[in-house]
Each structure stands twice: as structure tokens, then as C-alpha cells.
């Protein structure tokens, strides 16, 4: 190896060349760089220190071109930067110089990096003669910078991409940092809050309250406490947010702290969230509580766990009285489904319509209709209670059999009715003479039975009264002047068979009154007397007067009939019929010791 | 003509019992009645026990003739007239041997019954 330096030329004044030199080549292949001497316009080497040993190329570099000396250092912005430094005798240098090379020549190349100087080299007169190259490897620092910025811009990444909002302050209370989440929120730049004080930025200087209560948490975090609250802090648009808000103080080894860590999630919505399943809660157990209908819950051991107002009433047992007790504890003597728990789980259906009669306190000495449904109330697919719903139709069902009972009745009537009609038909038949004249009576005793049943059906077949029912059969014959008919004395209640009797004959008084008697001739008029005894009929006088001479029919009419054998069974009465010269009288006389027969 | 039988009529609603009298008399049957009331036909059982009944069974309010038919019962046939179709039930349950005809009834049907007893 030959040298020819200027160093090992300045330094022979204190030893021999020789010993210089030796010197010199000893240091220079000890130096922590590579070091070499170009020359030319192809750079070829002049020198290199014994460092480029442990670099791949040829074996001996001297008087080679650059490119082939050092081919890893000869890119083209090298070679250039090579070029410049011998045009115009500037230093140059590649800070950061990354280089390919192969750790053995079997092996793939990996990346170096160099801090690489090119200086002048000059004569003595001072003109360039070629060029200094000192590299020194970096590698280890790049690559723990390299690692020291990737940990940095995941820790950035994390930062900004958290949903939470983080910063960093000082523990004056100064923001030296926020992450963008913070930023973004709150339509904010970097540079609109970092250096500024916390509590002047955008999301608390809305208000002084705020403000206030943020510096008195800013100075406790830093005396080293840890700070939470819930906060609301303005955001873009002048919206407001409300923010689980955290200060963490970050303490050093001699205790002090040396910054403040504060952190925030939105809980707006969470707040909102919570709001509305308190609302639908709130809800919930008003439906529940407020619902005519029983209900309650039973537990998979069958003990109460909720119960409603109205499900407490139907027991007369309050609510809270249940609670945790099986059924038969709260009401020992009711009367429950054995197990509507395994039930349920044995078919996988609901029970409904389970009907007990069971005594409750709430009607003591009473038997109750109670109908149940059960259901399971599953979550998540899975049974965790069951549901029940119980109504009292204790009075549903009385009012239902009554409903039967009406409806049988009014069966009984409508036949009874029938019977009547069919009867009344016969006796016209065998009354009549010929066959209009058995449609015209008929039709007419029909009308009148009509009546009567109308006269009934007004007071709901409690009967009637008598007046009530002479007005019904005599009025039509009285539309002039109503002054010939008059009603005197007493009135009595008949009871529904009687009307029926009753109607029908008086209905033939007034219809011989109105076609031969006193009402068939103008000055005729009827009067009527009632007296009654003990609230039944004692005695009627029907009396016709200014009507023609009348005489004994020679054969028995339906009216005839009717008045002599229906009045009298009916009341146990005796009935005369006189036919005298001006009209006919019919007296009707209750047996006095008998009441009228029900 | 068949054999001219003595037959009791029971029933509240006067123009039917006398229609059912007149009927069963027109067929040269002896009436015994027609009655209105349980006591008036109870008097007249005990008075005399007749061939044959027709009862109706319902009286008004809640009153039946079931008092009379225990009387009649195994020494007279009895035949209940009644409006309703199952109500009357109970007392027919009680008096298996009895005949029923619905209200309003067939007159042939009666006499035939009164003809077959």
C-alpha cells in the first residue's frame, strides 16, 4: 500500500518519513470510516483504509475507476456529487446515505446507511488534485431512529385515531398537545390551542362555570391526584357534548409531576341512550301498574317476582306481599296451578284460559272465577320467568248465565205466546160462524194479544196494570171526544198471565161495546169501577149506559166465554153479565177470601 | 172412540187450559179442571186420583207442577207440556216415566196420548 498525503508531509519534522507514514497508515486503517484518496475524472483510488477490507469488491482497489473499486458507492448522485466537488472544490456530503451491500457474495444484499464527506484534495499550490472521502456507518443509528419514528407515528396514529380525546398539558395548565379526535370534534387546528391554556380553548370557554371548574381540576391533577368528572364542552358548531372527563397527572420519580394527561370519551349518546330506556322503563311499569288486568311474574321456582296493582287487588293482598313467596303462601286456602313452570317448559307453549274457582281474601266467604294465561317471558331465547295474567270474570259469568236465562225465558214466552195464539185460534174457529168472520175476530184477538205483549215487554214481563190495560182496548173506540169512557177508582197490578187473560177480554168488552153496545150509537158511554183489596182486584163493574136495548145472546161468543170462565179462574172470582134495557153490566167479584192466584 | 178416560188439566195461562179442556172433552173425555194453580190441582188429586195428567210444566214465576207430578207418580200416567226445549230438563229427569210434548203442541198428539194411556 502507497500513500501520498499531505498529513504524513506536514509531520516529518518530528519523525522520519518512514515512521510517519507507518504512523499515519496505522491510524488510518483504525479510523472508525472509511477513508480513501481519489483521483481523476474517473475517481479512481488512490488510497483506502484497511476499514473497506471488510467491504465486498475486488481485492485490490488501487488505480481502479471508482465504479469498479467501490461499485456500491458508485451511484450516479454519488459519482455526481464526486464530480462537483472536484469542478469546484466544495465539501460535500450525503447525511444519510443508504447502500446496497452484500454481506457475503452468496448473499442477498441488505441496506447500509453512511454519513459520507467528499472534500478537495489540493496541492501545494492549492489546486484540486482530487478528492477525500470519509464514510462513516450509521446503520445502527438510522435504524434506531427509524424504530424511535415508527413507535412515534404509531403512538401519533393511535392518538388520532382513538374515539376518546387525549392531550397533554402542563402542569400550569398549558395544552402542549391534542390529539386530532379532540381537534376534529371540536372543528379545531393545532395551532388554534397548543400553547394556550386548556380552559381559554374552544370546548370550555363557553362557560365560566366550566372554566372555573376545570383550573380547580388542572391544579389538583397537578398536585397528583387523579380528577373524573362528567363535563359539557362545546363542539363544532356550537354543539354541545357531554364527556366522561379524566386528568391524569404523569409523576416522576422524585414525585413531581411533569405533566398532565387529559382524556375524554363522548357519553352524549350513552347519556341519551340511558335516558330513553329510562323513559321506556318509566313506561314499562306504568303499563304495568296501570293496567285493569292482573298480571304478575313468577320466578322458575315459582315465586313471585313482580306483581301489579290490579293482580294485588283480585287477592286483596297488597304487592309487596308477595314478593319471594310461591302462591299458596300468600293465599293458603287458593286454588293455583299445580306447576305452570314445568308446564311450560315440558310443552314449550303458553297455558291459556286456565280457569280456577278459588276463595280470595279479597271476597272472603266468596268463590271467585279467576281465568289465568301463562306465558314465558324468555330472553335471549332463553325462559326466564313466566308471565301470567289472571281476570276476574266472576261477574262476566253471572251476567252471561243471566243472558241464558233471559233468552230461555223469552223462549218460554214466545211458546207460551204461541200457545196462547193457538188456543184463541181454536176457540174463534169453533165460535165463528163462517170463515170471514173467523179472519176478522182473529185478527182482531191477535192485535189485542199484541198489545198485551207489548204492555208486558214495557215493564220487562213484570206484569201491568189494569187502567193501563183498559186505556190500551178501549181508547181506540173513544178518538172523538174522550169523555165516553171513564175509569173510577182503585188500579191493580196483574201479573203476566193475567195481562194476557185480561187483555183478551177486555178487548171483546170493547169490541161488542164498539159493534152493539152503548159505544155503537152516539150519547152511549161506559164506566168502569175498580176496587181493590189488599193490592188484588176485589171487584170491576163494566158499565155500558144510553146504548140500544140489548138481550141475552142465544149462543156463548168468545167475549161471553172469556169473561164468564177466564175471569173467573184468574180470580177466583165470580162474574155476572146482565143485559138490562140501556146497555149491558158486567160485574166482576173476587172471592173475598182468596187472593187473585199468581 | 177410545175408552173415556178421566183427565186432569193443569195449566197458568187460562185460555190454554180451557182450550185443552174443551179439546180433550170434545174426544168424550172427562175433564178434571181445568186448573190454574199447583193447589188448586194438588186439592183436586187428593180428592181423587184421575186416570191421566196433563201438566204444564212451567207456572209463572218459579213455580212448576212438580208437586203434582209427585203425587200422580206411579198411580197416574203424566204428560208434560212445556215451552221450553231444555230447561224443563230437570224435572223430566225426575219423572222418567213421564210424556213430553213442546208448547205450542200438536192436538193430535195429545189425544192420542190421552187415547194411548
Known amino acids: ?49 484497511a476499514l473497506h477490507d471488510h467491504l465486498p469488491g475486488p481485492a485490490d482497489r488501487l488505480g481502479k475507476p471508482l465504479v469498479e473499486a467501490m461499485p456500491e458507492f458508485a451511484t450516479p448522485e454519488i459519482l455526481a456529487q464526486f464530480d462537483r466537488v472536484r469542478a469546484t472544490g466544495e465539501a460535500a456530503e450525503a447525511t444519510e446515505l443508504p447502500v446496497e451491500i452484500a454481506p457475503a457474495p452468496d448473499r442477498p444484499a441488505v441496506i447500509r446507511h453512511f454519513r459520507q464527506v467528499l472534500q478537495p484534495d489540493r496541492d501545494e499550490q ?14 445502527d443509528e438510522v435504524a434506531a431512529r427509524q424504530s424511535a419514528d415508527r413507535a412515534r407515528n404509531r403512538l401519533q396514529t393511535l392518538q388520532d385515531s382513538l374515539a376518546a380525546f387525549v392531550g397533554m398539558l402542563t402542569p400550569d395548565g398549558t395544552l402542549t398537545e391534542a390529539n386530532e379526535t379532540a381537534l376534529s370534534a371540536a372543528g379545531l387546528k393545532p395551532e388554534d390551542v397548543i400553547g394556550r391554556k386548556f380552559w381559554d380553548a374552544y370546548w370550555w370557554s363557553w362557560s365560566e362555570d366550566s372554566q372555573t371548574r376545570l383550573k380547580a381540576a388542572v391544579a389538583e391533577a397537578a398536585r397528583g391526584e387523579t380528577v373524573r368528572y ?56 306504568a303499563f304495568f301498574d296501570n293496567t285493569p288486568v292482573g298480571l304478575a311474574m313468577l320466578d322458575l321456582e315459582r315465586r313471585w317476582i313482580r306483581v301489579n296493582p290490579a293482580f294485588a287487588a283480585l287477592f286483596g293482598i ?66 326466564r320467568a313466566v308471565g301470567k295474567s289472571v281476570q276476574d270474570v266472576t261477574e262476566q259469568r253471572a251476567a252471561e248465565d243471566r243472558q241464558a236465562l233471559l233468552i230461555a225465558e223469552l223462549q218460554h214466552r214466545v211458546k207460551n205466546t204461541l200457545a196462547t195464539v193457538q188456543s184463541v185460534a181454536r176457540f174463534t174457529a169453533r165460535h165463528s160462524e163462517d170463515k170471514a168472520a173467523l179472519v176478522a175476530s182473529l185478527q182482531d184477538r191477535l ?49 203476566p198471565a193475567q195481562v194476557m187473560s185480561f187483555g183478551l177480554a177486555l178487548h171483546e168488552l170493547a169490541t161488542n161495546a164498539a159493534k152493539y153496545g152503548a159505544l155503537s150509537v152516539d150519547g152511549g158511554r161506559v164506566e168502569i169501577s175498580i176496587r181493590a183489596a189488599r193490592g188484588a182486584l176485589s171487584r170491576l163493574v163494566w158499565k155500558e149506559i144510553g146504548g140500544p136495548s140489548v138481550e141475552a145472546p142465544t149462543r156463548t161468543g168468545f167475549g161471553s166465554f172469556l169473561l164468564d170462565k177466564v175471569l173467573g179462574a184468574e180470580l177466583g172470582a165470580t162474574v155476572t153479565t146482565e143485559f138490562e134495557s140501556d146497555g149491558l153490566r158486567v160485574v166482576v167479584n173476587a172471592a173475598s177470601d182468596r187472593q187473585a192466584p199468581t | 172412540m177410545s175408552t173415556p178416560k178421566r183427565v186432569l188439566v193443569l195449566d197458568d195461562e187460562v185460555i190454554v187450559a180451557m182450550d185443552l179442556a174443551q179439546t180433550i172433552e170434545e174426544e168424550g173425555h172427562a175433564v178434571i179442571g181445568p186448573f190454574h194453580t199447583v193447589e188448586a190441582a194438588m186439592r183436586a188429586v187428593s180428592d181423587a186420583m184421575p186416570d191421566c195428567a196433563v201438566l204444564d210444566v212451567n207456572l209463572g214465576e218459579s213455580l212448576t207442577s212438580e208437586p203434582v207430578a209427585a203425587m200422580l207418580d206411579g198411580h197416574a200416567p203424566i204428560l208434560f207440556l212445556s215451552g221450553y226445549e231444555y230447561a224443563g230438563s230437570e224435572i223430566f229427569a225426575r219423572f222418567p216415566g213421564a210424556a213430553r210434548l213442546p208448547k205450542p203442541l200438536s192436538l193430535d198428539d195429545l189425544l192420542d196420548w190421552v187415547r194411548s194411556v
Not at chain 1, 305452570?340 to 272472603?364: D, H, M, N, S
Request: with cysteine; glycine share 6%; net charge negative.
Open chain 1, 1 to 49: 500500500m502507497t500513500m501520498t498525503t499531505r498529513p504524513a508531509q506536514d509531520a516529518d519534522h518530528c519523525l522520519s518519513d518512514h515512521e510517519t507514514r507507518a504512523r499515519l497508515a496505522g491510524i488510518l486503517d483504525t479510523a472508525p470510516a472509511l477513508i480513501s484518496l481519489h483521483e481523476g475524472k474517473d475517481h479512481r483510488v488512490t488510497y483506502c483504509n
Open chain 1, 318 to 383: 297488597p304487592a309487596c306481599d308477595h314478593i319471594g313467596k310461591r302462591p299458596q303462601e300468600v293465599v293458603p286456602d287458593g286454588v293455583f296451578h299445580p306447576d305452570p313452570v314445568a308446564e311450560i317448559r315440558r310443552t314449550g307453549q303458553p297455558i291459556l284460559g286456565y280457569e280456577v274457582r278459588t276463595p280470595t281474601p279479597a271476597f272472603p266467604g266468596q268463590e271467585r272465577i279467576l281465568v289465568h294465561n301463562f306465558f314465558p317471558i324468555e330472553v335471549d331465547g332463553e325462559m
Open chain 1, 126 to 139: 492549492g489546486r484540486i488534485t482530487g478528492v477525500m472521502r470519509f464514510a462513516f456507518e450509521i446503520t
Open chain 1, 447 to 495: 192485535a189485542a194479544i199484541a198489545r198485551s205483549h207489548d204492555a208486558l215487554t214495557r215493564d220487562n214481563w213484570s206484569g201491568q196494570w189494569l187502567t193501563t190495560l183498559i186505556r190500551n182496548e178501549i181508547m181506540p173506540y173513544d178518538n172523538e171526544t174522550s169523555d165516553r169512557v171513564t175509569i173510577t177508582g182503585d188500579d191493580v197490578r196483574l201479573n
Open chain 1, 230 to 285: 362528567d363535563a359539557e364542552v362545546r363542539v363544532a358548531g356550537g354543539a354541545h357534548i357531554v364527556i366522561d372527563f379524566q386528568l391524569v397527572p404523569v409523576i416522576e420519580a422524585d414525585g413531581s409531576v411533569s405533566c398532565i394527561i387529559p382524556s375524554a370519551i363522548d357519553i352524549t349518546q350513552r347519556l341519551a341512550a340511558e335516558e330513553q330506556l329510562r323513559e321506556a322503563l318509566a313506561q314499562h311499569q
